[in-house]
C-alpha cells in the first residue's frame, strides 16, 4: 500500500533552516507529483508547492518563494521540504502529500498524506 | 491569487441530519474544486475531486456539487465519524488554495 512516512518534530530558532524528509513507498516514485501543505496550530491548510520527481521540478507558491526548497532523491524514494530564515509564525505541522493519479502534470488531488512533521519556531 | 471563501465557519447537527457546506471561489475554477475531511491531528482525507467525483471508499452520503464559481458539499444522514472539520481547495491554477474550513459539531 502507498505510504509517506515523514521526518520527525523539530524545534528551531528564529533563522534557522529546517529541512523535513518524506519517504514514499508502495508506488513507482516517480510517476506521482508531491505537494507540500501545512497547518498552523488551530488554523486552516496552506499549500506550499510541489515537486515532479520525474525531474525534480517544482512550483512554489509566491509566499515562500525565496525562502523554499523542494528535491528529492530518486534512489532513495524520498522528497525533501527545505524552508530558511524560519519566524514564529512558521510554526506548524507540515505534510507531504501525492497526486491521487499519475495524470501528466499535477492534478493536486491530494489522496496519500504523510503523518506530518511539526515545526516549532521559538527562540 | 484565487480566494476560496467557505461557509459557514462552524456548523452543529445531529446524526441522521442533512447538512451542506458551500465554498465560493474569486473567479472561475471550471470544475477544479477538492474537498477534504480532516479530524484532531490528523492528516486530510480526500473525499470528492472535480467538484462532484466520490473518491472511492468514501461513503456515497457524500456529495458534491457545482454552479459557476459556488460549490458545495452535502452530507446527507449524518454519522457519528463525520464531524470533523471541512476544507474545499482549487486546483485551477497555483497556488492552489483551500477555504478557511467549516467546523462540524455535535449539536
Known amino acids: 500500500q502507498v505510504q509517506m512516512v515523514q521526518s520527525g518534530t523539530e524545534l528551531k530558532k528564529p533563522g534557522a533552516s529546517v529541512t523535513i524528509s518524506c519517504k514514499a513507498s508502495g508506488y513507482t516514485f516517480n510517476d506521482y507529483y508531491v505537494h507540500w501543505v501545512r497547518q498552523a496550530p488551530g488554523q486552516g491548510l496552506e499549500w506550499m508547492g510541489w515537486i515532479n520527481p520525474k525531474n525534480g521540478g517544482t512550483n512554489y507558491a509566491r509566499t515562500f518563494k525565496g525562502r523554499i526548497t523542494m528535491t528529492r532523491d530518486t534512489s532513495l524514494g524520498t522528497v525533501y521540504m527545505d524552508l530558511a530564515s524560519l519566524r514564529s509564525d512558521d510554526t506548524a505541522l507540515y505534510f507531504c502529500?501525492?497526486?491521487?493519479?499519475?495524470?501528466?502534470?499535477?492534478?493536486?488531488?491530494?489522496?496519500?498524506w504523510g503523518q506530518g512533521t511539526l515545526v516549532t519556531v521559538s527562540s | 491569487d484565487i480566494q476560496m471563501t467557505q461557509s459557514p465557519s462552524s456548523l452543529s447537527a445531529s446524526v441522521g441530519d442533512r447538512v451542506t457546506i458551500t465554498c465560493r471561489a474569486s473567479?472561475?475554477?471550471?470544475?477544479?474544486l477538492n474537498w477534504y475531511q480532516q479530524k484532531p491531528g490528523k492528516a486530510p482525507k480526500l473525499l470528492i475531486y472535480?467538484?462532484?467525483t466520490l473518491q472511492s471508499g468514501v461513503p456515497s452520503r457524500f456529495s458534491g456539487s457545482d454552479s459557476g464559481t459556488h460549490f458545495t458539499l452535502t452530507i446527507s444522514g449524518l454519522q457519528p465519524e463525520d464531524f470533523a472539520t471541512y476544507y474545499c481547495?482549487?486546483?485551477?491554477?497555483?497556488?492552489?488554495?483551500f477555504g478557511q474550513g467549516t467546523k462540524l459539531q455535535i449539536k
Open positions: 481547495q482549487h486546483t485551477y491554477t497555483v497556488p492552489y488554495t
Open positions: 472535480g467538484a462532484s
Open positions: 502529500a501525492r497526486d491521487r493519479d499519475d495524470f501528466t502534470g499535477t492534478t493536486a488531488e491530494l489522496l496519500h
Open positions: 473567479q472561475s475554477i471550471s470544475i477544479y
